[in-house]
């Protein structure tokens, strides 16, 4: 892999679509500036858990996030890999990773679904954090980009959009309604990406639908041994789980879907799992997990971009 | 899928979530006395029971994983596969699992290799797991039954009429020798199917009058013919395109949601009729089996089932169960949804799924409790007429005519061959253009 970095951070993103060749779906991803903002939630904040604190400053480089929840039809094209000889002459160089050296998702035995439906603009779920983390290697492989998943803190970033309040449109789960499918207004499903308010950066879905993936190992306690201002903090996921997500999903009520709440990830979410050993795929229990993406102008040595993409 | 007027505005922090932390609690107590049970008794049986894997797949070996994790006083002491690799695979998995504990115990005089492997590691046993491919199923039931072991079997428990014939009758004996049978229709097994069962054996949603199941999903797996394999072994390592030894998707996996028909009606049906085919799945790789069925099943209460199974990519996905009856309609799928919507549109009944337990492990806790108990659960009756009701759909599907039970019961027709060897030659073969005959609806008999 030859792997330099082609941006410096002082020159602005901004927004663009990314194209797949043979595939006429699009991503289409929002430039994040860089800045600083408080991580976590006062002890004042309604239903705050403890791993939320305490509140103390991150500061982070420019990167995109992908503006919606990425898709069942995105993620299929990653499971059938039909489109991978459809080479894009125009291939950025940001990295050059053989495409058939990315190994790939089985095909599950069940509608990993689970009868909530594939069909155009329905977020992706169940699939593990391994598994999002190598669609995000297969789309940087496709597209010569670094993609990968959000880390904890460039998620609450983006929740945020520059807000302090339990929710970016303040702290009323009432307003919720608005902007998010939670458990009171989803029938007990997910939703088509896009459907609700954007937040003030234009991202949507951020709270509810589906709980999004972050890079990071959940370490309830680690805001407790951060000092003074954090640079781009990211825990290194050592062990399967609890990793971290975020943002809530369908399935949860308003106090889930705050900007701060974190939850980690348990071996229940493959509970139904009737093979063994189970997927590392697929979960099958986790309809209420999904993801998002990040493309990161600034792409790590080659010996550190595992941390990224996972083993 | 959801009706507008199901759309309710609902306050999100009012009435639903007091209701659901209510529903919460039914569900958890509906396991408690189970497993209490089982826990006071284990102190007063506490023999070693000893633990048979026949068919060391995947499935196989995550049933032997939740059964030797169902009880204390178990030992895992023999397995059988048709294959090698697969036996030594699935062991390894399960001895890295239960590693420092006594419970996985093969020695390698007791891993059985071969097509009659399964009777010297049932021999062996108190309690057999069967899972390979539901062909052999009856000749396996048999012989454990036979033999006086408490049986934990995969669905669907055969392929034909004589094989279910097969399984009705060992059903029978297994009642009469108190022997323990449970077969994984999880459903049974899961929370929230139990919760909608209580609430139509209230009344809740009156007579059910009609309802759709579905199993709509992209397709299984292929395994690809490989060098030097003969074709009865290509067949049964690729063994989910062929009749024989899987007896079709509609079976294999669509018997879950027809089963729910079966059981939330509470009766099976009289006759079936459908139609089905092969679309998209038509190549070498594919058998013989078709990619997709829709079958009307007519009941003796006069309700319609409509039952469709479809295996094909991005077409739309959707396994679960919807019925409507005189009071109300119910509306179930697999992420855990079961609800049940009055005729005025209004939600009467909404089940919440959270921490729920694992419906495969509860299979076997509730086994194991049985049998320390010295109590009979008997699934296999019922595990055998709604494999019976799938063979129906299926026959219903491949011949294009109306199939009775009565005849579909009575039918002679043996997918299943009594005596197989690695010199037979399977029951369909290849033409030479390395297609398979595949069934066509007005001139295919499915009787005899």
């Keep these: ?311 | 899928m959801k009706s507008s007027k199901n759309k309710t505005d609902v306050n999100p922090n009012t009435s639903r979530r007091g209701f659901c932390k209510n529903t919460a609690l039914v569900g958890a107590g509906m396991l408690l006395p189970g497993l209490e049970m089982s826990a006071m008794v284990n102190v007063l049986n506490n023999k070693k029971l000893k633990l048979a894997v026949v068919g060391c797949g995947g499935r196989g070996t995550g049933a032997a994983n939740q059964a030797l994790k169902a009880d204390e006083n178990i030992e895992l002491v023999a397995m059988a596969d048709a294959f090698q690799d697969q036996l030594d695979n699935s062991l390894m998995n399960l001895q890295k699992e239960f590693e420092g504990t006594k419970k996985v115990n093969v020695k390698d005089a007791h891993k059985y290799v071969g097509l009659d492997a399964y009777k010297k590691a049932i021999d062996m046993a108190d309690v057999v797991i069967l899972a390979t491919t539901p062909g052999f199923r009856p000749y396996h039931f048999e012989y454990a039954i036979n033999a006086g072991k408490h049986v934990f079997m995969e669905k669907p428990v055969a392929v034909d009429a004589p094989g279910i014939r097969k399984v009705l009758e060992m059903a029978k004996v297994a009642k009469e020798k108190k022997l323990n049978v449970v077969v994984g229709l999880q459903r049974h097994y899961q929370n929230n199917y139990l919760a909608i069962a209580d609430k139509i054996k209230e009344g809740s949603v009156g007579k059910i009058v009609s309802g759709q199941v579905y199993w709509n999903s992209a397709g299984v797996w292929v395994r690809p013919r490989k060098e030097g394999q003969t074709e009865l072994e290509y067949q049964m390592r690729n063994w989910y395109y062929f009749n024989w030894l899987c007896g079709d998707h509609i079976l294999e996996q669509h018997i879950h949601n027809i089963d729910v028909a079966n059981w939330f009606i509470g009766e099976y049906p009289i006759s079936a009729q459908g139609m089905g085919g092969r679309q998209i799945r038509t190549g070498k790789d594919h058998g013989e089996i078709f990619d997709h069925h829709f079958v009307e099943f007519t009941y003796p209460s006069g309700a319609v089932i409509a039952s469709q199974c479809r295996h094909q990519p991005d077409t739309w996905s959707k396994v679960g169960e919807n019925f409507q009856g005189t009071k109300g309609s119910i509306e179930m799928n697999d992420a855990g949804a079961a609800s049940i919507v009055g005729l005025d549109g209004e939600k009467m009944f909404d089940y919440r799924n959270r921490n729920d337990p694992n419906p495969y492990q509860v299979e076997h806790d509730r086994l194991f409790a049985s049998i320390r108990n010295n109590e009979v659960i008997s699934d296999a009756e019922n595990g055998a007429k709604s494999t019976m009701t799938a063979i129906m759909g299926r026959m219903a599907t491949y011949s294009g005519k109306v199939i009775t039970w009565e005849d579909a019961l009575a039918s002679t027709k043996l997918l299943m061959p009594s005596e197989i060897t690695w010199e037979s030659t399977p029951p369909s073969v290849p033409g030479p253009d390395g297609l398979y005959p595949i069934p066509t609806p007005g001139v295919t008999d499915v009787l005899s």
């Design chain 1, 1 to 311: 892999m030859g792997l330099t970095p082609v941006f410096s951070q002082n020159e602005s993103l901004k927004d663009f679509t990314q194209t797949i060749e043979g595939s006429k779906l699009e991503i289409e991803m929002v430039a994040i500036p860089s800045g600083r903002f408080n991580m976590g939630s006062p002890a004042s904040e309604e239903h705050r858990n403890s791993d939320e604190g305490p509140v103390h400053e991150v500061s982070l480089n420019s990167f995109w996030i992908s503006k919606y929840e990425i898709t069942w039809e995105l993620y299929n094209l990653f499971v059938n890999r039909a489109i991978d000889g459809n080479n894009d002459p125009n291939i950025a160089t940001d990295v050059n990773i053989d495409i058939d050296a990315i190994s790939g998702a089985t095909i599950p035995y069940v509608d990993m679904s689970l009868g909530m439906g594939t069909s155009e603009g329905l977020p992706v779920g169940n699939v593990t954090q391994y598994a999002a983390s190598q669609f995000c290697k297969w789309l940087s492989a496709k597209t010569g980009h670094f993609y990968r998943l959000p880390t904890e803190a460039e998620w609450e970033y983006c929740a945020r959009a520059g807000t302090s309040t339990a929710y970016h449109f303040g702290d009323d789960p009432n307003d919720l309604n608005d902007y998010a499918w939670s458990y009171g207004n989803s029938e007990d499903t997910y939703h088509q990406v896009g459907q609700k308010k954007p937040n003030p950066w234009g991202l949507y879905d951020m709270y509810g639908n589906v709980a999004e993936w972050t890079l990071d190992q959940y370490v309830p306690n680690i805001y407790k041994s951060r000092k003074g201002t954090t640079v781009s903090p990211f825990e290194i996921a050592n062990k399967t789980y609890p990793r971290s997500v975020r943002g809530g999903s369908y399935n949860d009520d308003p106090e889930y879907l705050r900007s701060a709440v974190r939850l980690g990830s348990n071996e229940n979410w493959k509970m139904r799992d009737p093979q063994f050993p189970k997927s590392k795929w697929w979960n099958t229990d986790a309809p209420f997990v999904g993801f998002r993406i990040v493309r990161d102008p600034n792409v790590p040595k080659e010996s550190k971009i595992n941390n990224y993409w996972g083993q």
